[in-house]
């Protein structure tokens, strides 16, 4: 006969790992279910670590030696673990949002799995079959899984650390160790959180264990090295070293350590694999190796990327937070943070009290038990690391600044496994196996009814407000309690596809180079990290810019023409008070300059009732400008203040100048015909200076006229194929007439009449001098001849000079008519270093061919000069 008692044995041992893969088949099934039906990634870490996925995909594409290498250092702030896991999928699937979620079904294996072996070991198989459903059905875990976030790899990596702590008992186990110290080591290398959740139960683990005790007695003993596996582990740790740093050795020294990182890994290498030698392995030595190998495998991002231990310490409780947060002792808010989003989103209000209803069970049990403080302690470790597995983390989150609800999911396996245990150990046994019961009934039906929008019609009929609690409701809810098609994931705010759509389409139309979307939108559904998924994966000739949070302070217009494509919306989160008044601006009365340079090109109304606005650049520059203009920008950046203007002669100059430079001067775009007569009379009358930025496909021929007529031009230069000129300004109509009579000649055929320099005036650093000149040909002069204007300090050194031909060129004196009155006027701009002090202004003509200059007579009796001084004036600070 068929032994069928070995069978039912057989079956009782196998049929947990058959219920276990049928929760990840569960939770496989209706997360792909769910991602089908979501087209909106709400948040900004989501789509932000969805990007960073891509990148290691693109590092290890295809798998080389370097690739591993940079991608363990790839991300100065976050480790790789959680990002390197989707890269398999991509391999095999392709690469979309998401396949790169569903990467959580691994590790609900792997949560679900040690769920169980840690139950198993606390109450038998039992327990960790209702400890597997009950975390198969927490709110925050199943809904974490249908995002790429770190903190679900996070919580599978806490429960399996902590199930191989509890299997290795007490370190005895040689295998046992090696596996915590395995999984310790990969946990460090999912979040930076992870070290707050495992720090209390490995602690009260080694105190319960003969760890202590037993290095104690080496010590005593004498620490005793073994030479051949000394050697074998120096060379083991050199060599390892090597062959990781070899051919990685350019991008090694760019790193924090630098050239310091070969000695480090191989020491720390060289410790681990003589630990791993050691023999007898005592529960000192096998903890030794445990820590070791894990330092080890976690020293692969920490050491290269060691500035991002500083950024822990300092941001995690709010020193020189670049958030500006700071962490209030005074409020209550502090204290009940985690314990009410626990509740209301962690694991629901029913899963809450039947949690609060287990505790009561387990203080029966013990009371009935007669346990004592010393017979507590005396327990099985386990339960004490299962214990402090919530209670540590949730006091080191409630004293940092780090208030986010899925921070504590980790967190939640834990509480599931006490309210399985507390349930069992109810002393009234119907009543608990009841409860529980009720517990996965509950669970199954909050599932259905927070993971769908035809089911979640009970969900927002019970939700009330509490003193305590807040806004709750009796089903689960909070900011990770989404449905896929509904309320923040509402399908009509999915415009970011139709958005990069129409201007891929303008692009390869008039075939330019990448363009620029500048995003002025920061919220959950429309930001600028909701676009870059889409960007790396289809519209690579794209670049998103966030514009919106403008860390850097200050009104954000200026920078806005340096993007081809503005996306914009009135309603934000998080409002930088300055950012939002530009919106405002512009959505209300846009200025001037806006108008000028953009165009809309369409409206996406929002479910919200808000709307999203795109703008586009109405003049395109060539490429070949950017490179034109980085050095004019950076003059301009110098030199132009405030109160000057800048005049831009063509409207495509604009893009390139404020993506290169931060110009504060206000800027104008002009047409260069007759109907910018009034637009330069009315800037010329509100500036002091006035630069103008002339190139592209303008060359800005009548501003110039009108400028060399009405303003007094000062400086020139060219950057490649771009003109920047200065301009002085004074009151219009200019002097048509001299104020001083001078009748001097310079050379025997051009008399200069007469000047007007304005006097009693004080000047300061960065002005510029106007001066006019009334110049007549008394012979035909037959030859082109330059004007100089120099400011001479007392010694009679040149401080600031201006050289040009009549009127800005326009005049040439080879073209001047015998007795025609010829005006010519000229800027001198003071340098912003000049001293304070009286200079004198001589003024001259010369052959630029030759340098000679024409000789001054100012009567004929006087002996000839080479130039006139025709006027001083004071320099003020």
Same mark, same amino acid.
């Given at each position: 006969?068929?032994?069928?008692?070995?069978?039912? @044995?057989?079956?009782? /041992?196998?049929?947990?790992?058959?219920?276990?893969?049928?929760?990840?088949?569960?939770?496989?099934?209706?997360?792909?279910?769910?991602?089908?039906?979501?087209?909106?990634?709400?948040?900004?870490?989501?789509?932000?670590?969805?990007?960073?996925?891509?990148?290691?995909?693109?590092?290890?594409?295809?798998?080389?030696?370097?690739?591993?290498?940079?991608?363990?250092?790839?991300?100065?702030? @976050?480790?790789?673990?959680?990002?390197?896991?989707?890269?398999?999928?991509?391999?095999?699937?392709g690469t979309s949002a998401d396949v790169a979620t569903m990467v959580n079904?691994?590790?609900?294996?792997?949560?679900?799995?040690?769920?169980?072996?840690?139950?198993?070991?606390?109450?038998?198989?039992?327990?960790? &079959?209702?400890?597997?459903?009950?975390?198969?059905?927490?709110?925050?875990?199943?809904?974490?899984? /249908?995002?790429?976030?770190?903190?679900?790899?996070?919580?599978?990596?806490?429960?399996?650390?902590?199930?191989?702590?509890?299997?290795?008992?007490?370190?005895? +186990?040689?295998?046992?160790? &090696?596996?915590?110290?395995?999984?310790?080591?990969?946990?460090?290398?999912?979040?930076?959180?992870?070290?707050?959740?495992?720090?209390?139960?490995?602690?009260?683990?080694?105190?319960?264990?003969?760890?202590? #005790?037993?290095?104690?007695?080496?010590?005593?003993?004498?620490?005793?090295?073994?030479?051949?596996?000394?050697?074998?582990?120096?060379?083991?740790?050199?060599?390892?070293?090597?062959?990781?740093?070899?051919?990685?050795?350019?991008?090694?020294?760019?790193?924090?350590?630098?050239?310091?990182?070969?000695?480090?890994?191989?020491?720390?290498?060289?410790?681990?694999?003589?630990?791993?030698?050691?023999?007898?392995?005592?529960?000192?030595?096998?903890?030794?190796?445990?820590?070791?190998?894990?330092?080890?495998?976690?020293?692969?991002?920490?050491?290269? /990327?060691?500035?991002?231990? @500083?950024?822990?310490?300092?941001?995690?409780?709010?020193?020189?937070?670049?958030?500006?947060?700071?962490?209030?002792?005074?409020?209550?808010?502090?204290?009940?943070?985690?314990?009410?989003?626990?509740?209301?989103?962690?694991?629901?209000?029913?899963?809450?009290?039947?949690?609060?209803?287990?505790?009561?069970?387990?203080?029966?049990?013990?009371?009935?038990?007669?346990?004592?403080?010393?017979?507590?302690?005396?327990?099985?470790?386990?339960? *004490?690391?299962?214990?402090?597995?919530?209670?540590?983390?949730?006091?080191?989150?409630?004293?940092?600044?780090?208030?986010?609800?899925?921070?504590?999911?980790?967190?939640?396996?834990?509480?599931?496994?006490?309210?399985?245990?507390?349930?069992?150990?109810?002393?009234?046994?119907?009543?608990?196996?009841?409860?529980?019961?009720?517990?996965?009934?509950?669970?199954?039906?909050?599932?259905? &009814?927070?993971?769908?929008?035809?089911?979640? %019609?009970?969900?927002?009929?019970?939700?009330?407000?509490?003193?305590?609690?807040?806004?709750?409701?009796?089903?689960?809810?909070?900011?990770?309690?989404?449905?896929?098609?509904?309320?923040?994931?509402?399908? %009509?705010?999915?415009?970011?596809?139709? !958005?990069?759509?129409?201007?891929?389409?303008?692009?390869?139309?008039?075939?330019?180079?990448?363009?620029?979307?500048?995003?002025?939108?920061?919220?959950?559904?429309?930001?600028?990290?909701?676009?870059?998924?889409?960007?790396?994966?289809?519209?690579?000739?794209?670049? !998103?810019?966030d514009l919106a949070p403008n860390y850097e302070g200050g009104d954000p217009?200026?920078?806005?023409?340096?993007?081809?494509?503005?996306?914009?919306?009135?309603?934000?989160?998080?409002?930088?008070?300055?950012?939002?008044?530009?919106?405002?601006?512009?959505?209300?009365?846009?200025?001037?300059?806006?108008?000028?340079?953009?165009?809309?090109?369409?409206?996406?109304?929002?479910?919200?009732?808000?709307?999203?606005?795109?703008?586009?650049?109405?003049?395109?520059?060539?490429?070949?400008?950017?490179?034109?203009?980085?050095?004019?920008?950076?003059?301009?950046?110098?030199?132009?203040?405030?109160?000057?203007?800048?005049?831009?002669?063509?409207?495509?100059?604009?893009?390139?100048?404020? @993506?290169?430079? =931060?110009?504060?001067?206000?800027?104008?775009?002009?047409?260069?015909?007759?109907?910018?007569?009034?637009?330069?009379?009315?800037?010329?009358?509100?500036?002091?200076?006035?630069?103008?930025?002339?190139?592209?496909?303008?060359?800005?021929?009548?501003?110039?006229? *009108?400028?060399?007529?009405?303003?007094?031009?000062?400086?020139?230069?060219?950057?490649?194929?771009?003109?920047?000129?200065?301009?002085?300004?004074?009151?219009?109509?200019?002097?048509?007439?001299?104020? +001083?009579? *001078?009748? &001097?000649?310079?050379?025997? #055929?051009?008399?200069?009449?007469?000047?007007?320099?304005?006097? %009693?005036?004080?000047?300061?650093?960065?002005?510029?001098?106007?001066?006019?000149?009334?110049?007549?040909? #008394?012979?035909?002069?037959?030859?082109?001849? =330059?004007?100089?204007?120099?400011?001479?300090?007392?010694?009679?050194?040149?401080?600031?000079?201006?050289?040009?031909?009549?009127? %800005?060129?326009?005049?040439?004196?080879?073209?001047?008519?015998?007795?025609?009155?010829?005006?010519?006027?000229?800027?001198?701009?003071?340098?912003?270093?000049?001293?304070?002090?009286?200079?004198?202004?001589?003024?001259?003509?010369?052959?630029?061919?030759?340098?000679?200059?024409?000789?001054?007579?100012?009567?004929?009796?006087?002996?000839?000069?080479?130039?006139?001084?025709?006027?001083?004036?004071?320099?003020?600070?």
């Amino acid at each position: 006969m068929p032994n069928t008692s070995g069978q039912g @044995r057989w079956f009782v /041992r196998l049929a947990p790992w058959l219920l276990i893969l049928g929760l990840v088949a569960f939770q496989a099934v209706n997360n792909w279910l769910w991602l089908t039906k979501n087209v909106v990634i709400p948040g900004w870490d989501r789509p932000a670590h969805l990007g960073r996925s891509l990148a290691y995909y693109a590092t290890l594409t295809p798998l080389s030696w370097q690739g591993l290498f940079k991608a363990s250092v790839q991300d100065p702030i @976050r480790p790789p673990l959680p990002f390197v896991s989707a890269v398999p999928l991509y391999w095999v699937f392709g690469t979309s949002a998401d396949v790169a979620t569903m990467v959580n079904v691994v590790y609900w294996l792997i949560l679900l799995a040690s769920v169980y072996g840690l139950g198993a070991h606390l109450g038998g198989r039992r327990l960790g &079959v209702w400890g597997a459903i009950l975390v198969a059905l927490t709110p925050l875990l199943y809904a974490l899984s /249908r995002s790429f976030y770190g903190e679900f790899v996070l919580t599978a990596m806490v429960a399996l650390t902590l199930y191989l702590l509890v299997a290795n008992q007490g370190f005895r +186990q040689r295998g046992g160790a &090696v596996g915590f110290g395995l999984a310790l080591g990969l946990g460090m290398l999912t979040t930076r959180t992870y070290p707050v959740f495992v720090a209390g139960p490995v602690a009260i683990a080694v105190l319960r264990s003969d760890v202590l #005790r037993s290095l104690w007695q080496r010590l005593r003993g004498g620490i005793r090295l073994s030479l051949p596996d000394l050697l074998i582990a120096v060379g083991g740790g050199v060599g390892v070293a090597g062959l990781w740093l070899l051919s990685n050795l350019t991008l090694a020294r760019e790193l924090g350590l630098g050239v310091w990182l070969f000695p480090a890994w191989s020491a720390l290498t060289a410790v681990t694999i003589y630990l791993l030698l050691r023999k007898p392995r005592d529960p000192g030595v096998n903890c030794l190796s445990a820590l070791s190998l894990a330092a080890t495998i976690a020293s692969v991002w920490y050491l290269p /990327r060691i500035e991002a231990i @500083r950024r822990i310490l300092l941001y995690g409780f709010g020193v020189s937070d670049p958030r500006q947060r700071r962490l209030d002792l005074a409020s209550i808010y502090t204290y009940t943070y985690y314990p009410r989003i626990t509740v209301n989103e962690g694991l629901g209000l029913v899963f809450a009290v039947l949690l609060v209803v287990a505790v009561i069970g387990i203080a029966a049990w013990l009371v009935r038990k007669r346990s004592t403080g010393r017979t507590l302690w005396q327990a099985d470790a386990a339960w *004490w690391v299962l214990l402090l597995w919530p209670i540590v983390p949730c006091l080191l989150l409630t004293f940092s600044i780090y208030k986010e609800s899925r921070a504590f999911a980790p967190a939640l396996p834990g509480l599931a496994l006490i309210l399985a245990a507390g349930l069992l150990m109810m002393p009234w046994r119907r009543l608990g196996r009841a409860m529980l019961g009720l517990a996965v009934v509950w669970g199954l039906a909050q599932f259905v &009814v927070i993971s769908y929008a035809g089911a979640n %019609g009970p969900a927002q009929e019970t939700q009330f407000w509490s003193p305590v609690l807040g806004q709750a409701g009796l089903f689960a809810r909070g900011v990770h309690l989404e449905l896929p098609d509904a309320g923040v994931t509402d399908p %009509g705010y999915n415009i970011q596809p139709r !958005v990069l759509a129409l201007i891929d389409t303008r692009q390869q139309i008039m075939n330019r180079p990448p363009v620029r979307l500048g995003v002025l939108a920061h919220t959950a559904q429309i930001n600028a990290g909701s676009f870059f998924y889409l960007v790396l994966t289809r519209y690579p000739r794209i670049e !998103v810019v966030d514009l919106a949070p403008n860390y850097e302070g200050g009104d954000p217009t200026p920078r806005l023409y340096g993007y081809e494509y503005l996306l914009l919306k009135r309603h934000n989160e998080e409002r930088n008070a300055q950012t939002q008044a530009a919106i405002d601006r512009i959505l209300d009365d846009a200025p001037r300059l806006f108008k000028d340079a953009f165009a809309l090109e369409g409206t996406y109304p929002l479910p919200d009732g808000d709307v999203a606005y795109l703008y586009r650049l109405r003049y395109w520059p060539d490429p070949a400008l950017y490179q034109d203009l980085t050095q004019a920008s950076q003059a301009l950046t110098q030199e132009a203040h405030g109160d000057d203007a800048l005049l831009l002669t063509s409207p495509e100059l604009l893009a390139p100048l404020s @993506r290169t430079g =931060k110009v504060e001067a206000d800027i104008y775009i002009l047409a260069d015909d007759a109907a910018a007569r009034q637009e330069l009379e009315r800037i010329a009358s509100e500036h002091r200076r006035l630069f103008v930025l002339s190139g592209g496909s303008n060359p800005g021929n009548f501003i110039k006229g *009108w400028l060399n007529r009405y303003a007094y031009p000062a400086s020139e230069r060219w950057f490649g194929s771009v003109k920047l000129a200065i301009y002085g300004t004074t009151p219009l109509p200019p002097p048509e007439q001299a104020s +001083q009579m *001078w009748g &001097v000649r310079l050379g025997d #055929r051009i008399e200069l009449t007469g000047t007007d320099l304005p006097g %009693g005036q004080s000047f300061k650093p960065g002005d510029v001098v106007s001066l006019t000149l009334f110049w007549q040909a #008394r012979l035909p002069v037959g030859q082109t001849l =330059k004007v100089f204007v120099h400011l001479l300090d007392p010694q009679g050194r040149l401080v600031a000079q201006h050289d040009s031909e009549p009127a %800005g060129g326009q005049q040439p004196t080879s073209s001047w008519k015998v007795d025609e009155p010829i005006v010519d006027r000229h800027g001198v701009l003071l340098p912003d270093e000049l001293p304070t002090g009286r200079y004198q202004i001589v003024v001259g003509l010369y052959d630029p061919v030759n340098g000679d200059r024409l000789p001054v007579t100012a009567s004929p009796s006087a002996l000839p000069a080479d130039h006139l001084v025709v006027g001083a004036l004071s320099v003020g600070p």
